[in-house]
């Protein structure tokens, strides 16, 4: 089944388009990664489907979510099983940095009354933190970089959609947090948790570890997809070739041939 189905998406500034005609979908329980090189349209695309395009841009063609049009709704007028858990690169903005850490997973959650602790405690346990009491009390400028990370994909999987945006999640991150977050990330989306992922990311080596399908963007457009092992044997397109050799060259065996 697909979760979500983008067709034709373009967006627009005052007369430069900036994603032009954008196709990608993303079936229940499946990974998806969206390359690209810088400015290629990645964000853009990704906010398109938050539904949190800056108002100065307009968005043209269609983003289905479970079957539901959402391109002309933002964020906050959609119900919550249509606004996707989202993950950002700069994890500082996403939590506001007065409200302990436990506090702010405990907003919106619809737990039994007096469960809702408990279940904030569990949560964070999932997510590596063997201190989750203590991570509960803390505020977000007392954590690490990576600790933060890990709150704001806590909040993200706590949303009620089936769909997780993440935004180059790991790229602020040391390697052993890095891999931590991507090991997160495969367990709360796959198919037995019928939770999908869209990865958006220049790192190759990370999207190849993860993701099982591939779309790569060039100046907007779209000039590849596939399965991402295939597309990694034999790359087709030109930015393509040039993306996984550079990869290669930086990361080596860690993106597999
Ligand atoms: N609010 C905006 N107003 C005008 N142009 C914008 C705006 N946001 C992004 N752009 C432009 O749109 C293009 C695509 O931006 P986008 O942020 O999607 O790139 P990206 O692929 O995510 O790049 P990066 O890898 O650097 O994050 C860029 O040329 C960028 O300058
Ligand atoms: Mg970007």
Do not use: W
């Amino acid at each position: 089944m697909t979760l979500l189905d983008v067709r034709g998406l373009r967006v627009e500034a005052a007369g430069t388009t900036l994603v032009d005609g954008v196709d990608l979908a993303v079936a229940a329980g499946r990974r998806t990664a969206v390359l690209g090189p810088s400015g290629s349209g990645k964000s853009l695309t990704a906010l398109a489907v938050l539904g949190l395009l800056p108002p100065a841009l307009r968005a043209r063609g269609s983003v289905r979510l479970d079957g539901v049009e959402v391109l002309a709704r933002p964020s906050a007028r959609r119900p919550a099983r249509l606004r996707p858990g989202a993950v950002r690169q700069d994890s500082s903005g996403a939590l506001h940095p007065l409200l302990p850490v436990g506090r702010q997973l405990a907003l919106g959650r619809r737990d039994p009354r007096g469960r809702t602790r408990a279940a904030v405690l569990q949560t964070l346990r999932t997510l590596g933190f063997t201190d989750p009491a203590a991570i509960a009390a803390a505020l977000p400028s007392e954590l690490s970089g990576g600790q933060r990370q890990r709150a704001c994909l806590a909040m993200a999987l706590a949303a009620p959609s089936a769909l997780l945006v993440a935004d180059e999640p790991t790229t602020a991150l040391d390697v052993v947090t890095q891999a931590g977050v991507v090991d997160l990330l495969r367990t709360h989306t796959s198919p037995a948790t019928g939770r999908s992922l869209l990865f958006v990311t220049h790192d190759i080596a990370v999207a190849a570890a993860l993701c099982d399908e591939v779309v790569v963007l060039d100046e907007g457009r779209v000039v590849e997809r596939g399965g991402f092992a295939a597309v990694l044997r034999a790359p087709r397109a030109e930015r393509t070739r040039a993306l996984v050799a550079a990869a290669r060259a930086v990361a080596g065996p860690r993106v597999p041939a």
